[in-house]
T-cell receptor, first 117, second 116 residues
Framework: NAGVMQNPRHLVRRRGQEARLRCSPV?????VYWYRQLPEEGLKFMVY????????ESGMPKERFSAEFPKEGPSILRIQQVVRGDSAAYFC???????????????FGNGTRLTVT | AQSVTQLGSHVSVSEGALVLLRCNYS??????LFWYVQYPNQGLQLLLK??????LVKGINGFEAEFKKSETSFHLTKPSAHMSDAAEYFC??????????????FGTGTRLLVSP
């Protein structure tokens, strides 16, 4: 019974390159959340998606960042032209329709640690 | 807006001693409150949650927390620390019922160090 799977676990990019982070939610979950954890800080909400739709992106930087959750396949968080300040751990979480209605706790992945050199 | 304050970025205890990790929250609506634990290079694992009802909540690994509305607190305790409890602990709040989704606001975390 696989949980939320994120890959890669570690990603190193040079400044100016693109980073693509993948998240496969728990099977059957249609709600995906992305959170970012900067060094020595707590997790901060970035974006909430529900199959093909962005529901809330209030925590997403306005430029260079985008997220998608296609009908088929994993959710992707894309960071274009990365800068050193993008170095962080990016966590994905998912929930089912029922869990979302009940406000049940999210299922978190182990994160992708992005390092920008 | 909601916010969470965790007092003390690091807490050190001896094995067998009481663990107390502090969390205070701010919320304009009845909150749902959570404690998560993060082991090195891993994701978040839910320890316990408060939604409604009993204000003393028991979680996994012997942890418990008490919701005190008058103090806007949700401190995490464990009577006797174990070496395996060494990790980072995050308190989080969400807006509770009928929000449509779980938009968690996290504290900055408290690193628990356990010495033999």
């Amino acid at each position: 019974n696989a949980g939320v799977m994120q890959n890669p676990r570690h990603l190193v990019r040079r400044r100016g390159q693109e980073a693509r982070l993948r998240c496969s939610p728990v099977k059957g979950h249609s709600h995906v959340y992305w959170y970012r954890q900067l060094p020595e800080e707590g997790l901060k909400f970035m974006v909430y998606l529900q199959k093909e739709n962005i529901i809330d992106e209030s925590g997403m930087p306005k430029e260079r960042f985008s997220a998608e959750f296609p009908k088929e396949g994993p959710s992707i968080l894309r960071i274009q032209q990365v800068v050193r300040g993008d170095s962080a751990a990016y966590f994905c979480a998912s929930s089912s329709d029922r869990e979302t209605r009940n406000n049940s706790p999210l299922h978190f992945g182990n994160g992708t640690r992005l390092t920008v050199t | 807006a909601q916010s969470v304050t965790q007092l003390g970025s690091h807490v050190s205890v001896s094995e067998g001693a009481l663990v107390l990790l502090r969390c205070n929250y701010s919320s304009s609506v009845p909150p749902y409150l959570f404690w998560y634990v993060q082991y090195p290079n891993q994701g978040l694992q839910l320890l316990l949650k408060y939604t409604t009802g009993a204000t003393l909540v028991k979680g996994i690994n012997g942890f418990e927390a008490e919701f005190k509305k008058s103090e806007t607190s949700f401190h995490l305790t464990k009577p006797s620390a174990h070496m395996s409890d060494a990790a980072e602990y995050f308190c989080a709040v969400s807006r509770g019922m009928n929000t449509g989704f779980q938009k968690l606001v996290f504290g900055t975390g408290t690193r628990l160090l356990v010495s033999p």
